[in-house]
């Protein structure tokens, strides 16, 4: 099991900035992507940005190339996520989320969630 705890949310205004974390515990000696993943009220959670292991490979929504980066520090096992530029609709509870592996994540194969973190940007 690996438990996960975001922090960094708040409220910002348009074309600011913010840096979201995740703690990572647990069982975390085993190799495990990690991600980010987003949701507002009545919509689906959505995919955000994800980061291999090793921190090699990264993959990102359409909707925030150019404007988001994610790293990690496994020496730390924490996962960051700055987000630059920020507009009105990435208002959203932000989720961290982790599965063990290293290719790959979205919604369905998700093994550990966040409890969320909240992130307003105002117009």
């Known amino acids: 099991q690996v438990q996960l705890v975001e922090s960094g949310g708040g409220l910002v205004q348009a074309g600011g900035s913010l840096r979201l974390s995740c703690a990572a515990s647990?069982?975390?000696?085993?190799?495990?992507?990690m991600g980010w993943f987003r949701q507002v009220p009545g919509k689906e959670r959505e995919f955000v940005a994800a980061i291999s292991w090793s921190g090699g490979s990264t993959d990102f929504a359409d909707s925030v190339k150019g404007r988001f980066t994610i790293s990690r520090d496994n020496a730390k096992n924490t996962m960051y996520l700055q987000m630059n530029s920020l507009k009105p609709e990435d208002t959203a509870v932000y989720f961290c989320?982790?599965?063990?592996?290293?290719?790959?994540?979205?919604?369905?194969?998700?093994?550990?969630w966040g409890q969320g973190t909240q992130v307003t940007v105002s117009s």
């Open positions: 647990g069982r975390t000696s085993s190799s495990y992507i």
């Open positions: 989320a982790a599965r063990y592996g290293d290719y790959g994540m979205n919604v369905y194969n998700v093994q550990f």
